[in-house]
């Protein structure tokens, strides 16, 4: 789900499967080569949408962009490959819902 919030009110929804794209993976170089380069970066989904939908969004609140936060690149540069595996190793194994991501064999 996407929302404007700036502009004319709007909703997006998409639908559909998706797939992950690990680093070890064929398809990653191809897919992260579309990508601005982001420090410790494990994952893309590659969607295929089956619908899209729109709403009016005339609820959606407006809010400002005033700058990105840079701490997530900070942190994964400072942590380095190994630093990185480690930490993926201790806290991403397993999604929220409990399906294993297999983030530590794809990535590491």
Not at 10 to 32: C, M, Q, S
Not at 81 to 97: A, F, H, P, R, V
Request: include cysteine.
């Amino acid at each position: 789900m996407f929302c404007a919030f700036d502009g004319p009110p709007l909703i997006l929804r998409l639908y559909g499967t998706a797939k992950v794209v690990h680093k070890g993976d064929p398809e990653w170089n191809e897919l992260f080569s579309l990508f601005k380069t982001l420090p410790g970066a494990r994952q893309i989904f590659d969607v295929t949408i089956d619908l899209v939908q729109t709403s009016c969004g005339m609820a959606a609140p407006y809010f400002s962009h005033t700058k990105n936060r840079e701490m997530l690149s900070e942190w994964a540069t400072k942590k380095g490959d190994e630093g990185l595996k480690q930490y993926w190793e201790e806290k991403n194994k397993m999604s929220i819902d409990g399906i294993p991501t297999h983030i530590v064999s794809q990535c590491g």
